[in-house]
């Protein structure tokens, strides 16, 4: 299991191998899409979303969308001002339909906003459900939650957020210091829950998002349920962990890749006759990280997956996704475990929309909405994932071919998780035929000298070793199980050895031409994600009329070169930019290129201070993000038909591509 403790905000994911029979269950399989009669809003949803009393009484599968707070607000005490964030969440929300084609949102309450005005928040919730209703989209309503900070709220004092610090300004409701008796939150819930009970825009009624799991937190999870159940509300009424007495479906939150090759241990099917929301689906793979937390198009893809009819699935869950719809105050663009000051991300860990409503990623937007209503607006595109859904998060690597040998065995260390005696994990996943040699080739793409065999199927390399502690011989016993003559270390033990390699004679896999057209639009949009895995590195895309060359230079500065096919610029370096300071290292990099025949325009890492100017406090007005390079192309009109389409060359180096799409450019406005 995997287990987080940060700020009181306590989160239990269960990744476990849970086999469940459903041969005896009555579900109709058939059954599990909703279909609803009446006005073209309820076609959609339906009142509740529920269906047949022989299928699943809550259906989810149409639920999909984020957790909403305004990008300016830092917490759910923004409802205490809701006019001052109106004109924000009617430009937000619009621009989630438009871009993702969402249906729900996830919004948190605050019982201090309704103690210190309730007839305010009554009014500023018909408010708000009313504009989504006219937008085609529900929310769901949480209304306790034990993260994060369990002291200091006030609607009367705007917390200011800290750069770097993730959900910094997020309050626990109740706070601490009101958990006294449970009945003195009856009224919160029982009058919101009477308030709208009937109402075709709330989707569900979520009592306690991640309770601790035991003590008044639970108590008061499983008194709300009773009281909103007593009201006999249209939506369903659910609550964390996954499934209990005192949720109406199984609620469940995931922070991990959701592909399997047995989808069944998902825990969001411990109980098919519930039904289930993933209620929080992951967030990207953030810089710096071993592995992917469940990005959006993993999601899609799996979702994709389970949806088809030969998937055996009981039904398709409804998910929220990447945490957090806006890229804003609350900071979750930033990492659980960032220390303050951190700068910003190269791509944000959650959130899927910028303050001005362009996408973080336009390749995202168009995966969620072609799994959302069937609409494919991709020209090209790969995302390298196992169509099946049932592969782990997977990339395509190119790489100089090496053959490699282990000069020197220096030994069997200590590998403590803090202060890693190798740094440096190249193998996210692990080598399912990890060898030493397969790890020295890493190694050597990586330009590091040591290297060793952790836990099986790690690789893990450095400069030098780290303050090494030498483990007894026997200890470090897992085979490699591409050669199961060496050892490949244990549990946090390593073999670490030197090497030498020599490029293969007959290999070379350094190339890849992903969208060959004959006869390209005139204009469109590229959009690539990239990581390169060498401390010197250089890679070129050719992208429709352009070609961006990234590289670093000797002081281990980095820049992107950027040119017409035909440019007659007289001056190459004014189409030169160093990015050291957006590009990440050791994560991935988003690049995009808008091309037309006369004109390339080129974005890496847009952030959000692109947008806004600033980090944090005071903003500018949002405004779309400027192109960091923009190159003139002079190809005569019989030369428009040569767009090279979109290639890429690892020029130095090895580098991964995480997805590569092509669309419209209209896609843009």
């Known amino acids: 299991f995997f287990y987080r403790d940060f700020k009181s905000c306590k989160m239990l994911v269960l990744v476990a191998s849970i086999t469940l029979l459903f041969s005896n269950n009555e579900i109709d399989i058939a059954s599990r899409k909703p279909s609803f009669a009446g006005a073209n809003y309820l076609n959609e949803f339906g009142n509740g979303n529920k269906i047949s009393s022989k299928g699943l009484e809550y259906a989810t599968e149409n639920l999909v969308g984020g957790e909403y707070t305004p990008w300016r607000a830092t917490n759910q005490l923004w409802w205490y001002n809701y006019s001052d964030y109106r004109q924000d969440v009617v430009r937000e929300l619009t621009a989630a339909r438009k871009q993702f084609a969402y249906t729900v949102v996830r919004v948190f309450l605050h019982n201090l906003v309704y103690e210190a005005n309730w007839t305010a928040m009554h009014s500023n919730m018909e408010d708000f459900l009313q504009l989504l209703q006219g937008m085609g989209m529900q929310a769901g309503f949480v209304f306790f939650d034990d993260c994060w900070a369990h002291s200091g709220a006030s609607v009367h004092t705007t917390c200011v957020p800290t750069k770097g610090v993730h959900n910094g300004c997020w309050f626990a409701c109740p706070q601490d210091v009101q958990r006294t008796n449970l009945t003195r939150f009856k009224g919160y819930v029982s009058d919101i829950v009477s308030a709208f009970r009937d109402h075709s825009a709330v989707a569900w009624w979520e009592i306690f998002n991640e309770p601790r799991k035991s003590g008044y937190s639970l108590s008061l999870r499983n008194a709300g349920y009773e009281w909103a159940k007593a009201l006999n509300p249209s939506a369903p009424v659910i609550s964390c962990w996954d499934d209990s007495n005192n949720t109406d479906i199984v609620d ?59 998937s055996n699935a009981p039904f398709v869950p409804g998910v929220i996704l990447s945490w957090e719809l806006m890229v804003g105050n609350s900071m979750t663009r930033y990492h659980w475990g960032d220390p303050a000051g951190t700068p910003e991300p190269s791509i944000p860990w959650c959130g899927m929309l910028f303050p001005d409503g362009s996408p973080v990623s336009y390749t995202e937007a168009a995966s969620i909405r072609s799994y959302r209503n069937g609409t494919n607006d991709f020209i090209f595109v790969d995302t390298f994932l196992n169509s099946s859904g049932a592969g782990p998060e997977t990339f395509l690597r190119l790489a100089p071919s090496w053959e490699c040998q282990v000069t020197k065995y220096l030994g069997c260390f200590q590998d403590p998780s803090r202060g890693r005696i190798l740094p440096n994990p190249l193998s996210p996943q692990g080598l399912a035929n990890m060898t030493w040699e397969s790890c020295a080739a890493l190694g050597k793409d990586a330009n590091l000298p040591v290297c060793g065999g952790e836990d099986g199927n790690q690789c893990w390399c450095g400069t030098a070793l780290n303050h090494a502690k030498a ?22 033990l390593i073999n670490v050895f030197e ?11 350094m190339q890849w031409i992903g969208w060959n057209p004959t006869s390209p639009p005139s204009e469109f949009l590229l959009e690539m994600a990239l990581w390169s895995e060498s401390v010197n590195f250089s890679a070129s895309v050719l992208g429709g009329y352009y070609n961006a060359t990234i590289y670093s230079d000797a002081n281990q500065d980095v820049f992107v070169a950027f040119h017409g096919l ?99 450019l209209s896609i843009m406005e």
């Open 252 to 310: 469940h939150h995931q922070y991990y890749v959701p592909s399997y090759s047995n989808w069944i241990s998902n825990p969001v099917f411990h109980n098919p006759g519930k039904g289930g929301l993933i209620t929080e689906a992951g967030c990207r793979w953030y810089q710096g990280s071993s592995s992917d937390n469940g990005s959006p198009l993993t999601w899609t893809n799996w979702l994709t997956a389970i949806r088809k009819p030969n």
């Open 499 to 509: 090497y030498d390699c020599e490029l293969s004679p007959t290999q070379n896999n």
């Open 566 to 664: 035909a440019d007659n610029s007289e001056s190459v370096s004014n189409n030169v930019v160093n990015i050291t300071s957006r590009f990440a290292r050791n994560g991935w990099n988003l690049l995009r290129i808008a091309s037309t025949p006369t004109q390339g325009r080129l974005w890496i890492n847009t952030q959000i201070v692109d947008i806004v100017g600033s980090s944090v406090p005071p903003f500018e007005a949002p405004h779309p993000p400027a192109p960091l390079v923009v190159a003139s192309s002079d190809l005569k009109q019989q030369q428009q038909q040569q767009s090279k389409g979109l290639q890429v060359y690892a020029r130095k180096g090895a580098w991964r591509i995480d997805y590569a799409s092509v669309l419209p």
């Open 471 to 492: 483990a007894n011989a026997s200890q470090c016993n897992m085979p490699c199980p591409g050669n199961t003559s060496q050892p490949c270390g244990g549990p946090f």
